[in-house]
Every structure is written in structure tokens, then in C-alpha cells.
């Protein structure tokens, strides 16, 4: 199975063609939210004020910078900001630029402190981000195999066709990506709890299977601390309104979008996996948070594999890019998911259920779309003009 994407100078395929200007230190969100907004082609990342953060979570926000950058779907990277760290190493120009450097894509910087104040620096800002996107276009798509493809994915608003046939499409196509040499991603450390036990089997090594057990702990007594139980309020209220009783039962449908390859990491969040295969981020469940991880991370293209039985009659809101440069593919197990929002959701793996469909033909039908958008064709949430707010997964107190 092929797709046509874009090969990068380090060998990574792309399946978009972004100019990404990126905002890093203090005061740079302005000017480089003004740069992109001239530059077709273009998106921006700003990351949260680093100020008052923890040592961990300025070195996750640098890890979101640099892995967003680097990330095949990127074709060049204009860094925006200020050239001295702040006495925070995290942030420094060896860190920041250096890394992106690597992936040896066309890339330049815009210092506030190397021009003539703020106007001059965005003149500046735009004719380097011009020159950036021009040098971009002349990538043209080449043809690619499945196994050059990344791809996250979460779930949510499970119900009993979550374990019945949504996760387990969308893992039939994890393991064809896997088996054919590439990447993927599964997440949501609170989504596991209940069946860590099984997840844990599936690691190759016993150093990784222990981060990913002291993960899930470390979650659950997070939540303990707060006076919450997450055996005892989990599955919350609308969970059980569709269908699902327990703690168990709703982790068993989880965890099935993973397919059935063997585990090699237990990555941080936003962290990019050292080799290819089947991986796991902890990370927390939302979305806006959990996209942005994946595409730092590598993913090119992400999934939100939804379930939805106890939502109204009426059809869900419009969907909009969540993963900033990565594309979200909207796929359901509920037949009558889809039929309320056929304008939204992608993809409907339901017709395992309405049609008796096998799970293993439908995930490869499956297969075939994420090849289409792969190449080009655009996911219901990319026809939007819209941009979703952006949070990156921060655990310190950020005084």
C-alpha cells in the first residue's frame, strides 16, 4: 500500500508541506502570530509563558518546540524570539536551533535583539518566512510505502461499540503500519488503568514496561491526592449512559486501538520515539493537549476514535486541527454516530455492527483512506479555517 508524501533531507516523509513559524522565549507570541499571518502556508505554534515553570516543564515545552519543527509534515522553520536564554539552558540557542537543525530542512531565525525594534523585526520576520515557504513549494511528493507513515491515536466518548469495533479497526490498522516498518502511537495513561496489567505483557523490555507501570501509579495517586478516586468515578456518567459498567470494561475497548504489535517505549509526552514500531506516551486525555504530544513526537497524521452513543440527536460541533501540523481524522464504531455527523467524522468502522462487516476488512478499507489523506486529500476537519486553542501537557505548579 502507497502513499505520495513528502521526503524529508533526513529520510522522514511528510504528509503536509508547512512553513512553521515558532515562537520561543520571552515576548516573541506577537511577532510571530504577525509573521505567519503574511505567510501562505504557514502555522505558528506559541507556547505557554515558560515563567515560574519548573525545570520538567520548560524542558517539555522545549521538547514541544524542537519536535514540532522537526517533524516531517514541516518543510521549513522560522524560529521567532530572543537569542538569549534567560539563564534557562532548556531554552538556548544550542537546544532550540540546534536540534531543528539536524533534520537539515531550510530553516532561519529572527532575533528581536539582533534588528531595529519591533516593526523592523517584523519586515524582516516576513521576508525571511517568504523566502522560507518559496523554498518549501519545491519539494514535490514522492511515492512511499505504509511504513513511512507516523500516526497517533486517542479515544473518547466510549461506549460499548468503543471495544466492539471502533478500537479494534483502528488497531488492525496500527498493526498493518507497524508491520510494514512504521510508526505508532497510543496515549491516555487514565484510559489504561484497569488493564495495565495486559499492556504491560506487551513490552520488549523490562525497563520500558516499569516507566509505563510507574506511570499509571504515579496518575492514580495524582488523582488520590486531589480526593479523587479514578477506580471508583470511572466511567464517568455519560460513559455509563451508553452502555458501559465498569472501570474494566471501558479500559479493555481502549486499549484495543493498539492493535496487537509489541510495545518498545514508554515515551514522555511530546518525546520522539528512537525507532519505529508500536510505542506509548503518557500523557493525559484531552485532546488539545494529546494531539499536539503526538505530532512533536513524529505522528503525521493523528485519529480521535470516537464512540458517542449517549450524545443528543443532533450532530456533533465542527470538527477543526487540533495537532497544529499534523491532521486529525475523525473516525467512529457507531453506526448512529456517523449518521448524525456524516460531515464531521471521517470515517465509519460501524458497519461491523450494522452490516456484520469483519473487523479486519474494514481496517483495511481503513488503511486505504489514511493512504488518500496521506496523499493529499483533506480531513473533515482541514476544509475549516480554524484553529483550535493549543495547550501543551504541563505537570509542575507554574508559579
Keep these: ?68 519543527a522537526q517533524n516531517a509534515n514541516v518543510g521549513a522553520v522560522l524560529i521567532v524570539g530572543n537569542k538569549r536564554d534567560g539563564g534557562y539552558p532548556e531554552f538556548s540557542y544550542e537546544n532550540i536551533v540546534g536540534k531543528i537543525a539536524k533534520s537539515g530542512k531550510p530553516m ?28 518549501a513549494s519545491e519539494v514535490a511528493r514522492q511515492e512511499a510505502g505504509l511504513g513511512k507513515l507516523s500516526i497517533g491515536v486517542k479515544c473518547g466518548y466510549s461506549d460499548a461499540t468503543s471495544g466492539m469495533s471502533g478500537n479494534p479497526v483502528v488497531g488492525k490498522l496500527f ?11 497510543f496515549s491516555e495513561t487514565t484510559e489504561v488503568i484497569g488493564a495495565e496489567h495486559l499492556v504491560a505483557k506487551r513490552f ?61 517505549q514508554c515515551i514522555m509526552y511530546g518525546e520522539i520515539p528512537r ?39 443532533n450532530a ?8 497544529l501540523i499534523a491532521p486529525t481524522m475523525y473516525v467512529t464504531g457507531n453506526p448512529r454516530m456517523y449518521d448524525k455527523s456524516p460531515h464531521e467524522i471521517d470515517f465509519n468502522s460501524g458497519t461491523v455492527i450494522s452490516d456484520g462487516e469483519e473487523i479486519g476488512v474494514v481496517g483495511e478499507r481503513l488503511a486505504r483512506l489514511v493512504c488518500r489523506v496521506a496523499s493529499g486529500k483533506l480531513t473533515k476537519g482541514e476544509t475549516l479555517n480554524v484553529q483550535e486553542n493549543l495547550e501543551v501537557y504541563l505537570r509542575g505548579p507554574g508559579l
Design 175 to 185: 498493526d498493518r503500519v507497524v508491520g510494514d516498518g512504521g510508526t505508532a502511537i
Design 1 to 68: 500500500m502507497k502513499f505520495l508524501g513528502y521526503v524529508r533531507p533526513d529520510g522522514q516523509v511528510g504528509i503536509r508541506n508547512h512553513t512553521l513559524v515558532v515562537a520561543s522565549g520571552r515576548g516573541a507570541g506577537n511577532l510571530a502570530t504577525l509573521v505567519a499571518n503574511t505567510i501562505s502556508g504557514s502555522k505558528v505554534f506559541v507556547g505557554p509563558n515558560e515563567n515560574g515553570r519548573d525545570t520538567p516543564d520548560r524542558a517539555t515545552i522545549a521538547r514541544i518546540i524542537t519536535g514540532l
Design 108 to 135: 532561519d531565525t529572527l532575533f528581536m535583539s539582533e534588528t531595529d525594534g519591533f516593526y523592523q523585526a517584523l519586515g524582516e520576520g516576513m521576508r525571511k518566512g517568504r523566502a522560507l515557504a518559496e523554498a
Design 275 to 313: 525507532k519505529p514500531g508500536l510505542h506509548y506516551m503518557d500523557s493525559w486525555m484531552s485532546s488539545t493537549a494529546l494531539f499536539l504530544g503526538f505530532a512533536a513526537a513524529g505522528a503525521t497524521l493523528t485519529l480521535f476514535q470516537m464512540g458517542g452513543g449517549w450524545m443528543p440527536n
Design 204 to 264: 520488549t523490555s523490562v525497563e520500558e514496561r516499569e516507566k509505563f507501570l510507574k506511570a499509571v501509579m504515579r496518575v492514580e495517586e495524582e488523582a488520590k491526592a486531589t480526593g479523587e478516586d479514578i477506580r471508583s468515578i470511572n466511567p464517568i456518567p455519560a460513559n455509563i449512559q451508553a452502555g458501559l459498567t465498569t472501570l474494566e470494561e471501558k479500559s479493555l475497548g481502549a486499549i484495543a486501538k493498539a492493535g496487537t504489535s509489541p510495545i518498545g
Design 316 to 323: 456533533m460541533m465542527p470538527t477543526a486541527a487540533t495537532g
